[in-house]
Antibody, heavy 121, light 107 residues
Framework: QVQLQESGPGLVKPSETLSLTCAVS?????????WGWIRQPPGKGLEWIGS???????YYNPSLKSRVTISVDTSKNQFSLKLSSVTAADTAVYYC??????????????WGQGTLVTVSS | AIQLTQSPSSLSASVGDRVTITCRASQGISSALAWYQQKPGKAPKLLIYDASSLESGVPSRFSGSGSGTDFTLTISSLQPEDFATYYC?????????FGGGTKVEIK
C-alpha cells in the first residue's frame, strides 16, 4: 500500500519561501510514475501545482511556474516543493500525491493527508 | 488552460436519491477525465478515471459517462457516506485542471 506524508512548517512569513517534503512509503519512487503537488485554499477548490518524474522531469502550473521548484530525492524516497515569494493567497492545504502512469498528464490515485500552510507575519 | 465547469455547485438530496453531477470542459478532452470525492478535512479520493472506469474498491452505485466536452457523475442511490464534495479533473493536457466542485448535502 502506497502511503504519502507531507511535512514542513505550518507558518511562513510573507515574501519568504514555502518548503514542503513528501515522504513516500510502500513504493520506490525510482520504479516509476509521476508524483505531484496539489493545493486547496480554505473553503475553496483544488489547484494543481506541478508534477515530477523520478528522473527529475517536471511539469508546472504556468500560473505558479516562476515561483515553484519541485525536486526528487530517490535515495530518501521523497520529493519536495518550494514556493518562493509567498503571499496570503498561498495559504492553503498542500497535498502530495502519486500519479497513475508514466506521463505527466495523468490523475492522482494515492494522496497524502495534507498539511495546512498559513502565510502570515 | 482547459477550464472545467461543474454544475450544480451544490445540491441537497435524500438517502436513496439518484444524483447527477455535470462537468463541462472548455474544449474537447476525449475521455481524459477523472472524478474525486472529498470529505471535510480529508484528501480527495479517486472514484472514476477515463470518464467511465470505476476505480478499484469504489461502490458500483457510482458511474461516469461522457466524452469530448460533456461529462456526468451519477450516484444511483445516495448513501449516508456519499455526502461530500465531488471534483472533476482533466488530464488531456499537461496543464492539469480541476472543476470547482459540487457539494452534496443532506436534504
Amino acid at each position: 500500500q502506497v502511503q504519502l506524508q507531507e511535512s514542513g512548517p505550518g507558518l511562513v512569513k510573507p515574501s519568504e519561501t514555502l518548503s514542503l517534503t513528501c515522504a513516500v512509503s510502500g513504493y520506490s519512487i525510482s520504479s516509476g510514475y509521476y508524483w505531484g503537488w496539489i493545493r486547496q485554499p480554505p473553503g475553496k477548490g483544488l489547484e494543481w501545482i506541478g508534477s515530477i518524474y523520478h528522473s527529475g522531469s517536471t511539469y508546472y502550473n504556468p500560473s505558479l511556474k516562476s515561483r515553484v521548484t519541485i525536486s526528487v530525492d530517490t535515495s530518501k524516497n521523497q520529493f519536495s516543493l518550494k514556493l518562493s515569494s509567498v503571499t496570503a493567497a498561498d495559504t492553503a492545504v498542500y497535498y502530495c500525491a502519486k500519479m497513475i502512469g508514466i506521463v505527466g498528464a495523468s490523475i492522482f490515485d494515492y494522496w497524502g493527508q495534507g498539511t495546512l500552510v498559513t502565510v502570515s507575519s | 488552460a482547459i477550464q472545467l465547469t461543474q454544475s450544480p455547485s451544490s445540491l441537497s438530496a435524500s438517502v436513496g436519491d439518484r444524483v447527477t453531477i455535470t462537468c463541462r470542459a472548455s474544449q474537447g478532452i476525449s475521455s481524459a477525465l477523472a472524478w474525486y470525492q472529498q470529505k471535510p478535512g480529508k484528501a480527495p479520493k479517486l472514484l472514476i478515471y477515463d470518464a467511465s472506469s470505476l476505480e478499484s474498491g469504489v461502490p458500483s452505485r457510482f458511474s461516469g459517462s461522457g466524452s469530448g466536452t460533456d461529462f456526468t457523475l451519477t450516484i444511483s442511490s445516495l448513501q449516508p457516506e456519499d455526502f461530500a464534495t465531488y471534483y472533476c479533473q482533466q488530464f488531456n493536457s499537461y496543464l492539469l485542471t480541476f472543476g470547482g466542485g459540487t457539494k452534496v448535502e443532506i436534504k
